[in-house]
Structure formats: C-alpha cells, structure tokens
C-alpha cells in the first residue's frame, strides 16, 4: 500500500542512518563487502552479552513505540475486526517492491550490528534477517485491524522475500553479491495528484511511485573470480512503472493516462568492494550502497526502447 510505503521509508531511513553510524564496519581494515560481515573463525570471542541484551531491549521498545504510536495517531478510524485485503494488483507492484528493498536494507544493517556483539556469524546473519521481517510487521498487523486497510498478505511475501535475499546470498555464497538498490527523480505527475504522490519535492520522493526504480546491482567479477572484470564494476537492472496516477491501473486509465512498466539496464558501482584504509571512506561506502548512482541506461516499455544518458 501506498501510505504503509510512506511510512516505512520516513520511519526507516533515520534508523538506517543511526545504524550506520554505529556500524561495525567503521573500524575494520578489510574490503567494504567483507567488513560488515566476515568472521574471523579461528579467533575466539566471548560475546558480549550485555551489548547484545542492550540491542534487544532497544529493538523490542522501537517495536511496542511505533505500534503503540500507530494504533494512536495514524490510523483515522478505530481499529475493528481484523480483515486481509488482496492489494497485489496496485501500484503495478512497485510498492511491494519498496516492501522487499526496505527488509533488505534492515537484514543488511542490523546483521552488521549485532556483529559488534561478537555472536557467531550465524547468529548474527539470522537475528539480522529476522529483523527484517519483524520491523514491518506490526505495521502488516495494524493494517489487518485497520477498516481502512486490511492485511496484505503481499506485503507480508515480499517483507520475507528482502530478508531472504540477504539471507540467501550469504548461505550460498558466503557474501552479498547482488545487492538491491533504489534510486528516484521527479515527475510532473504528482502535480496532477499531490495529495497522492506529494505537495512538494520533499513529499514527492516517498510518495510519487512513478519517479521511484529499484535495482538489482552485481559483478560479473564476484561470479568468476578470474576473469579480471573489476568486482566494484556492475551491471544493474531496474523496474519502474509511470502514467500511474492512482493505485489502481483502471482508475489511472479513466483519468485519462495509459499505465505502463519500464524496466532498465545500467551499469553501477559496489561501493562495498572498494578496498581502502580510509574508515571515513568505508563509511561512506556502507551508508551510500543502497542507492544506485546515476549512469546511462537503456530503458526498455511498451514505447520500445530509449537511452538515457543520466538515469537516476
């Protein structure tokens, strides 16, 4: 759903910020992609417990807030019986996709927290991935109870799906190698709606669907380790979606537009993969691997294909 979105983005990006800046990356010497996650497996550390008891103490008062404060002031209506509503066909899934791009990036950055603790790595990359999943779903939950809403079972498959994917990559490969990413630009579509896709700039990158592309970002030279492409140097593919003025396409069709998908090819950088001793340039490197950065692309729709010179 569209205001559900809205809200896990303003609600997530300052707690990804305050992740980053305790992240355990920052005091590492290896590569950026190692750090957060590479254990030393013949050095033996006492967890310390008291760190981890402290996380999730933290973690269950972030968790009872935000449903505390959501049952109290962002719901309109008094929260009845708890209804599941199919919203699989909104938005031409885009919001889903923002559903599974965000319990990735939780999964990624609380897996890397809890690494400071000095669990194993297993623990560490499970506990990470389950946070994935549970930061959205008292959230899903809500909704259920919601006469406004109703449980999205959608919701739901693609809040697991981001934190298998982090999850996954770690258990097949023993590192993340294809990474999801997000990118946006402004659209003169939320002129025609802006109580929908925002009043202004700052409203429209979290409400405006048609700006927004999510990515999937990885290098040939992490699959075959010989071949001398740079590891750093990506190919990325995108999915986008414009004309749509209204969750439904048949609503955004009677409004006069034609809905369509658009879907890209990129090429992008890992941040993580650059070796360097710099933990000012680590950081950087960790904080800004979740957005894609601009490139040319192909774009590919309905209307054939179009290079862009500079795509974000």
């Known amino acids: 759903m569209a205001d559900i979105r809205r809200f896990l983005l ?4 300052p707690l990804a910020l305050a992740l980053h800046f305790f ?14 996650l590479q254990a030393d497996s013949s050095v033996k550390v006492r967890p310390n417990y008291a760190m981890l008891r402290g996380i999730f103490a933290a973690q269950s008062a972030l968790y009872l807030g935000t449903v505390y404060g959501l049952s109290k002031s962002w719901y309109k209506n008094p929260l009845t019986k708890f209804t599941v509503k199919d ?6 899934q885009m919001d889903k996709m923002g559903h599974v791009y965000t319990s990735y990036q939780i999964a990624r950055h609380t897996a890397a927290l809890y690494k400071k603790t000095g669990i194993s790595k297993k623990q560490m990359l499970v506990y990470g991935a389950i946070s994935g999943i549970i930061f959205q779903t008292p959230i899903e939950i809500l909704d259920g109870f919601s006469p406004d809403y109703g449980f999205s079972p959608g919701d739901m498959v693609a809040n697991i799906s981001g934190s298998l994917i982090f999850l996954g990559q770690i258990a097949l490969w023993d590192e993340v190698r294809i990474q999801p990413k997000f990118s946006f630009h402004y659209t003169s579509l939320s002129k025609v709606r802006p109580e929908l896709l925002g009043n202004n700039r700052s409203e429209s990158w979290l409400k405006d669907y048609n700006g927004q592309t999510y990515w999937l970002s990885g290098s040939p030279g992490t699959f075959f380790k010989n071949s001398g492409w740079p590891a750093w140097l990506c190919f990325s593919v995108g999915y986008g979606i414009h004309d749509m003025v209204s969750a439904e396409k048949s609503t955004s069709i009677e409004r006069g537009y034609a809905p369509y998908r658009q879907y890209y090819l990129s090429l992008d950088i890992d941040l993580t993969r650059i070796k360097s001793k710099s933990k000012f340039i680590k950081t950087i490197g960790f904080f800004a691997n979740s957005i894609k950065i601009p490139a040319p692309a192909l774009q590919f729709s309905k209307k054939g294909i179009d290079f862009k010179l500079f795509y974000f």
């Open 10 to 13: 303003k609600f997530l990006s």
């Open 23 to 36: 992240h355990p990356a920052f005091s590492q010497k290896d590569s950026l992609q190692n750090a957060p």
């Open 87 to 92: 919203d699989t066909g909104e938005w031409l």
